[in-house]
């Protein structure tokens, strides 16, 4: 674990350092890449394949992680509500960024020239804020799903231990139905908001590439009403289930806190 966690944090503090340029606009080009044409468009590419590193090792390291602090004497459910807590602020976090930008497009309707460029830079500043924040959402996600998957197992070992006492017994399932049926709500809404950001940026980012190939052009504003249009409502349906999962998430803590 020790080796591994040695490896695991050089990459991560690698691919931080990756996406820190990228929130600053600056081009990222992964090991083993040519740099494009257009620095710009590779940008949201590179971001994704580090989430991709991020996400891969994050759930057998959460799970030791987990482990050593069980051997501790450290609560599962108390960890999964930190978790918790930790993945409502992140969705919510997720929610404002994405309205922000989908706001930011909205906004280009009737301008021209100058006011129209500067409106252009805040449309890609909301966009990298909004990716940022995706990002967070995922690893929190993982994060949030080690730990439900401790609680579970042991409040089915702490069910089991009670198997012979059958008012214990009657109350331990009656609260385990619950938080598994509140467990369930939160995984619906995070998977679909997990499904509704990934394409909502993919269209915020061509917008804003678009607009900025001429910033100061009303008439090609006013060309891409359209599939402006289309990547605002994608921003407004993924910040809704952004707000669905962090609803989720506290009535999952009330279950908990029960």
């Given at each position: 674990m020790a080796a591994g966690g040695k490896e695991f944090r050089v990459?991560?503090?690698?691919i931080a350092k990756r996406a820190h340029r990228f929130r600053r606009g600056a081009h990222v080009v992964m090991p083993g890449a040519e740099r494009p044409a257009n620095p710009g468009a590779a940008a949201p590419i590179a971001l994704a394949v580090a989430i991709v590193f991020i996400m891969l090792p994050i759930a057998g390291c959460a799970s030791a992680v987990y482990d050593s602090l069980g051997r501790r004497g450290v609560d599962s459910t108390e960890i999964l509500l930190k978790r918790l807590a930790q993945f409502e602020t992140d969705a919510r976090a997720g929610e404002a960024a994405m309205r922000e930008a989908g706001a930011a497009l909205e906004a280009v309707e009737?301008?021209?020239?100058?006011?129209?460029?500067?409106?252009?830079?805040?449309?890609?500043?909301?966009?990298?804020?909004?990716?940022?924040?995706?990002?967070?959402?995922?690893?929190?996600?993982?994060?949030?799903?080690a730990a439900?998957?401790?609680?579970?197992?042991?409040?089915?070992?702490?069910?089991?231990?009670?198997?012979?006492?059958?008012?214990?017994?009657?109350?331990?399932?009656?609260?385990?139905?619950?938080?598994?049926?509140?467990?369930?709500?939160?995984?619906?809404?995070?998977?679909?908001?997990q499904a509704l950001s990934p394409p909502a940026l993919r269209l915020i980012d061509a917008e804003a590439a678009a607009l900025r190939a001429a910033p100061t052009s009303a008439a090609l504003a006013a060309?891409?009403?359209?599939?402006?249009?289309?990547?605002?409502?994608?921003?407004?349906?993924?910040?809704?289930?952004l707000a669905r999962a962090s609803d989720n998430a506290a009535e999952f803590s009330a279950v908990l806190n029960e």
């Amino acid at each position: 674990m020790a080796a591994g966690g040695k490896e695991f944090r050089v990459k991560f503090d690698t691919i931080a350092k990756r996406a820190h340029r990228f929130r600053r606009g600056a081009h990222v080009v992964m090991p083993g890449a040519e740099r494009p044409a257009n620095p710009g468009a590779a940008a949201p590419i590179a971001l994704a394949v580090a989430i991709v590193f991020i996400m891969l090792p994050i759930a057998g390291c959460a799970s030791a992680v987990y482990d050593s602090l069980g051997r501790r004497g450290v609560d599962s459910t108390e960890i999964l509500l930190k978790r918790l807590a930790q993945f409502e602020t992140d969705a919510r976090a997720g929610e404002a960024a994405m309205r922000e930008a989908g706001a930011a497009l909205e906004a280009v309707e009737s301008l021209d020239g100058e006011a129209l460029a500067r409106r252009i830079a805040r449309i890609r500043g909301a966009a990298d804020n909004a990716a940022l924040a995706a990002q967070q959402f995922r690893l929190s996600s993982g994060s949030l799903a080690a730990a439900t998957s401790r609680y579970f197992s042991d409040r089915d070992d702490e069910l089991d231990l009670y198997r012979d006492e059958n008012r214990r017994t009657v109350q331990l399932g009656a609260r385990l139905r619950a938080a598994r049926s509140a467990h369930l709500s939160l995984s619906r809404s995070n998977d679909e908001a997990q499904a509704l950001s990934p394409p909502a940026l993919r269209l915020i980012d061509a917008e804003a590439a678009a607009l900025r190939a001429a910033p100061t052009s009303a008439a090609l504003a006013a060309s891409r009403a359209g599939a402006r249009a289309q990547a605002v409502k994608a921003a407004q349906d993924a910040a809704h289930a952004l707000a669905r999962a962090s609803d989720n998430a506290a009535e999952f803590s009330a279950v908990l806190n029960e």
